[in-house]
């Protein structure tokens, strides 16, 4: 077996120290690809705990298998994924894999996704068992302290002897996202309420509810944080280096001309016939990235393409590119991916998608000859549990306000398993929302760093200077 890189072998001493003082939960905040996953399952061996609940994104749960069967092989695995037709299959599944792993005297792991988990029949059982540990993976999706699956798994932590949460973006949009998880991890650590909890770290806008008007008492924050918390950066990652290239283009004189009036109007008319409207400021800027994509839909129900300057950036880049060269394209939206095949085509070359309707990950990391050598990746299905090291090259057309996704997305290329340099490109069209979601995702990253910071003496980060280069698996 893989030795633990020593960075593995201290979060797995963070999390026992703390386990073993009574705080029976702890947060992994490890970059992706930094192998938290394994410590988790090292834990579950460790502290001898034969039944194990792991709930994580949908694609992420079978990964779990095999992180089972390489470093715990003793435990029974029952991946409850889309292979149980319903919900009922699922709970159903777990009670038999529970059952006979009992009869045959073996510990049991069993993962399941987060939306069929929040469901009954499967939470009206899960609730009422005395779980020896649950993990939940990806654990920033619980940050919404009002979502029906963050409301289940702060329930579900009550009902959990040991409790580990994992996440390489523990603060994906503000630091007051740590709030709900931890509800789940341990829910002495900070306020009783989230109102409390963000009264004490946030002042609010008078005007805006929702919109932080300035932060106050951070260090105390960051403090409570790093008590249950062990985080490792990249700084312990022996990775290639990335880079980051922005190409611009324009919006056509049509392009430009819509582009303009839904932003001042709410309304805008396509002039070969047809209305695009936008209920409210929302939707307005879901409809502006739509025609910065170049395809939109009017109130008839019909696609409309109303630009064609950013799809033909993205071939301009392709052709530049080998015909051989293995590409991921990161998409928002179902026209955009739609773009991307249509440039794969110009060009003769064969794509793929990953997406929530189409799953060509397999065919492309084959590579073969009758295999896709472009990969067009909806960003929200792509960001987590999936690897792309094939590609060096990972261009995204089209990104949301999502700072989890978007470093999710970048971590499935730049992870342990890539040998060559990656390089991102990033296609703007100049004066447009573009701009906009390049910069609140810029400001909310330097943010969640700067309350990342290492305090003193409280962060129980690894020293970097003490870490060695982790070996390529």
């Not at 009036?261 to 396509?270: P, S, V, Y």
């Not at 307005?284 to 739509?290: I, S």
Request: aromatic letters at 8%.
């Amino acid at each position: 077996m893989t030795p633990l890189w020593r960075h593995q072998q201290q979060a797995l001493d963070f999390i026992s120290e703390r386990w073993n003082s009574g705080r029976r939960g702890a947060l992994l905040a490890i970059i992706m690809g930094g192998g938290k996953s394994r410590v988790a399952v090292e834990a579950a061996v460790l502290h001898d705990l034969r039944q194990v609940l792991i709930l994580s994104p949908l694609r992420v749960v079978d990964v779990w298998r095999e992180q089972f069967e390489l470093y715990a092989p003793e435990y029974h695995f029952a991946s409850l994924d889309d292979r149980c037709a319903t919900v009922g299959d699922k709970t159903r599944a777990a009670i038999d894999a529970l059952n006979w792993a009992v009869t045959k005297y073996r510990p049991c792991a069993l993962a399941i996704n987060y939306e069929s988990a929040r469901l009954p029949p499967f939470a009206r059982w899960a609730g009422n068992r005395r779980w020896p540990l649950v993990i939940t993976d990806e654990s920033h999706r619980l940050k919404s302290p009002d979502g029906a699956i963050s409301r289940f798994v702060g329930r579900l932590g009550l009902v959990a002897n040991r409790r580990l949460a994992l996440t390489g973006t523990p603060m994906p949009h503000s630091p007051l996202d740590v709030w709900a998880q931890f509800r789940f991890i341990d829910r002495t650590v900070y306020d009783p309420t989230y109102t409390s909890f963000r009264t004490r770290y946030a002042e609010m806008d008078s005007y805006f509810a929702s919109k932080v008007k300035s932060w106050k008492n951070l260090e105390d924050l960051r403090e409570k944080f790093f008590s249950l918390a062990f985080q490792v950066g990249p700084e312990v990652l022996d990775l290639p280096e990335e880079q980051d290239q922005y190409l611009s283009t324009t919006l056509s004189a049509e392009g430009a001309r819509i582009y303009a009036q839904m932003e001042r109007d709410l309304i805008a008319f396509i002039e070969a016939g047809g209305v695009i409207t936008a209920a409210n400021q929302m939707v307005r800027l879901l409809r502006l990235a739509q025609i910065v994509g170049g395809v939109v839909t009017d109130e008839d129900g019909n696609e409309r393409i109303v630009d064609e300057n950013k799809r033909r950036l993205l071939e301009d880049l392709l052709e530049d590119l080998a015909a051989d060269e293995p590409v991921v394209v990161f998409c928002r939206f179902r026209a955009d991916l739609a773009a991307v095949h249509t440039a794969a085509a110009a060009l003769g070359r064969l794509s793929g998608e990953l997406s929530g309707e189409r799953d060509d990950l397999a065919r492309w990391k084959r590579g073969g000859p009758e295999d896709p050598v472009i990969l067009a990746v909806q960003i929200q299905a792509g960001g987590v549990g999936v690897s792309l090291v094939r590609a060096r090259y990972g261009v995204y057309y089209s990104i949301g306000f999502s700072l989890a996704d978007y470093l999710q997305s970048r971590a499935r290329l730049h992870r342990p398993g890539q040998t060559r340099p990656v390089l991102f490109y990033h296609l703007m069209v100049e004066g447009t929302i573009d701009h906009i979601i390049r910069g609140a995702l810029a400001r909310r990253q330097d943010l969640i760093e700067s309350v990342l910071q290492e305090l003193p003496c409280k962060s129980h980060r690894p020293a970097k200077e003490s870490l060695p280069a982790v070996p390529t698996p």
